[in-house]
């Protein structure tokens, strides 16, 4: 086995039936807590590829695809168990082939640079690449154009990945979230089961930034289509003190922490906001944009 860091907050919310209800504030505790990842042993893993090389309908690219490590993560999301393991394989081969998730592209990205927001940020102390987007900082929110902006930005964060680094970290900027945002919950089932299915032991945390009592309404909606490991790796945090700690626990005393601070405080003012309407999405100095190109034609005003 071999440790992995994760980034965990601490007793911050109390998950409840109507929606996630924060505690005091002096219980929020941001702390880094060791996650051991148990590898299944050589033997399991050649059980699993030698039940996917009895599928007729697998060609050499999806077994090409099946990586041990890739193996490794089905395992574990079976708690060991190799049937299942290549069951689902079997299944997330047919889908990748299906979808060609790799090659999926925003299109109204590609029209509109802002029309959404999802970008990788940098690669935080542990080598896992971050994913930040704020509400307020984009417009479209059509639940197909987002799906295929998200598999385009996550795809190209496995492509960040060093060697022993499996997971990524999401933190979702509830500044700017509205009714529009609560009222239409596909795009979160569609994630859901798209992770849950077919990126299973990828996500390391998702930490949710302000996220407004509004929230409840997609909560309430979503809820029942979470596994209990996703639900584990839903973190909530509110304030900007928890917000500076968040940023420092994940990238250090760095540049890219104080370039998310400021960030995140910009895109509380709104009349910056509305000034850098006509640029791309920034991102820290030395890190290349997750969707190359975006934003070449401005939206019109």
Known sequence: SNLEQNCLIEDSVAMQDDGPTELPTNSLKLV?????????????????????????????DDLAWCTEECISRYIRAEDGNVGKAAKRLVATAKWRKKTA?????????????????????????????VLYNCFACSHARGPHGLLAHFTQVVEDAFSRMASG????????????????DSMDPRFSIWLLNMFQNHYPERMGA?????????????WSAVKPFMSASTKRKILFIRGA?????????????TGTAKWLEDHMDRNRR?????????????VPPNVRPSIPGAGEQARPK
Do not use: Y
């Open 32 to 60: 880094l807590h060791p996650h051991i990842v148990q590898h299944p042993d050589a033997g399991a893993i050649l059980a699993v590829k030698e039940n996917l090389e009895f599928h007729s309908d697998l060609d050499a």
């Open 270 to 282: 709104k009349a910056e906001v509305k000034q850098a309407w006509a640029q791309p999405h920034p």
């Open 165 to 180: 680094v499996e997971t990524f970290v999401w933190i979702a900027d509830f500044e700017g979230f509205g009714i529009r």
């Open 206 to 218: 998702v930490v949710c930034v302000e996220a407004p009592r509004l929230f409840s309404m997609l």
């Open 101 to 129: 998730p790799q090659d999926v592209r925003c299109v109204e990205c590609s029209q509109d640079h802002r029309a959404h927001d999802l970008r990788c940020i940098g690669n935080d102390a542990f080598g896992r690449p």
């Open 241 to 253: 003190e928890l917000r500076q700690e968040m940023s420092s626990v994940l990238f250090g005393q």
